[in-house]
């Protein structure tokens, strides 16, 4: 079923909103104020609460679309569907403008929050690259033929693919080099490549620049490549070093191992006013991106406690913490919400709490069990603004008022902002 709609503003989840005979459509590769002409998503029965769809013609377009540059991921109905990209047809300015109110709302709707439009930073770099070649890690699937592919939405059909727009220069200097996108794996099989940034490229060959620092993965086994991967940022005017596995979470942009610490470690030193010595908690700590600069630079002195759910991950940030020399860090595993019940004593009472929890959120739970703890700041990484939205309101009834908030888009072409949210205790302890 087709329908014409007058679309009306953002959505999140990369849709905007439109109506239909009263019934709200949420509605993928569209721009407030156009007109366009919706293929509705089935089921689209009467009783439905709302409908989907997508657009399949432009009769008035908005001034921020744009031709994509990767017409495999844009509407269905022009041969795209692959995903991975939902902004596409949006100019890098309307993406920003589209995630800022895209946040500021949800921040007013659930976070019970008005602010002044959030603003949105982009990377250095980014708008060069057409808002392309940003990605340090991705994922594919080998087609019946065994040639790398992507899922075309709303179906079963695998579409071969010769080239990621959004990788990064070095990853597909890697893929060329080893051959992924002439084909030969197994059908089926999953196929992940990870290539960190250097950090020192010389003036000649970037493969010279990688050398071994990188891993092709076929299913769960290193096909080329290593297992462990060597990572550096740059913070604060130090290089910090880590090594992660070749599976593992890592910040996904070649610039957010840098930005989104540096920042956090800025907001860590307002919330701590110069006093030298603090005890912090880093939660859903990964592999320590954030735990190894806030031990040695947040204060002269820092006693840390970081919880991290996955095993292999705090194994990596214990090593890469001994190999900083920094032994002011327990690194825990476990469950966040249960790990804060059993926190030793001499850190159950931390300054500030720095958590960067995975898309659905701290919760309800962590959110109490950190104002329980009586910390006088908190620094929220979100990746998602909705739930960074609900947990906002979670920590205003425990007492924590909004101070400061910034976003970064780390996710080109997508939908997804990362945000930074810094709280403070109404009331010192």
Known sequence: MQT???IERYADQGRC????DGRVVFVRFALPGELVNVALDEPHERKDRFWTGEVVEVLEASDRRVAPVWPLAGPLADGGGVGGADLIHVSLPGQLDWKSTVITEQMHRLGHVDLPKVGVESMAGDEALSGLHWRTRIEMIADDEGRPSMRRRESHQRVPIDTMPLASQALLAVADHCGVWRGGFDPGASIRLAVPEPR????GDLLTDIGENYALMVGDEVKAGSAKLHESADIDGTRFAYDVH?????????RAPMVLPDHVLRCVRALLDGHP?????????GAGLFTLPLAKKAADTVHMLSVEGS???VRQARENLTRAGIDTVEAHSGDVARALRFVPRHLAHPDVVVLDPPRAGARAAVCRRIAESGAHGVVYVACDPTSLARDTATFADEGYRLTDIHA???YPMTHHVETVAVFERAQHR
């Not at 010595?277 to 700590?285: E, G, K, N, R």
Request: hydrophobic share 40%; charged share 25%; glycine share 8%.
């Open 4 to 6: 014409t709609v007058r």
């Open 17 to 20: 909103v439109g109506h239909v």
């Open 200 to 203: 020192d490229q010389g003036d």
């Open 246 to 254: 070749a599976d593992g979470f890592w910040q996904v942009h070649r």
């Open 277 to 285: 010595h603090a005890t912090v908690w880093d939660l859903y700590s």
């Open 311 to 313: 095993k292999p991950a």
């Open 408 to 410: 970064f888009d780390i």
